[in-house]
């Protein structure tokens, strides 16, 4: 299936700083529940994602991730994921998050 540029353009990708993640475990899959900042434009958004095989919560703090910050808000169990963090699967399937190989400006746009 070919997009448009216009259909890429309505995807907003955004970089995002992890400022809190705990464990979930009333997910039906092992997962975390994020809180990222997108800096004063979008500000502190909520997620969950399933990236228990290669992360520990205390590890993720710091760190910047790529995500969707368009969608709309999804109830996932108790938490109400407002963005979807962006992943690829390693050999196995687990999911590798995706982030900028430099430190960035919070809420920077994928272009």
Request: neutral net charge; aromatic residues 8%; charged residues 25%.
């Amino acid at each position: 299936m070919t997009i448009t540029f216009d259909d890429f353009l309505a995807v907003d990708i955004r970089v995002g700083r992890i400022t809190r993640a705990e464990p979930f475990p009333e997910a039906r899959k092992p997962a975390y529940k994020l809180w990222l900042d997108f800096g004063p434009e979008i500000g502190e958004k909520r997620s969950s994602a399933q990236i228990t095989a290669h992360y520990r919560p205390e590890e993720l703090i710091g760190r910047q991730v790529l995500a969707v910050v368009n969608f709309p808000p999804r109830q996932i169990g108790k938490v109400m994921s407002e963005v979807l963090v962006l992943g690829v699967p390693d050999q196995a399937g687990e999911v590798v998050l995706i982030g900028p190989g430099h430190e960035v400006p919070l809420g920077g746009r994928l272009f």
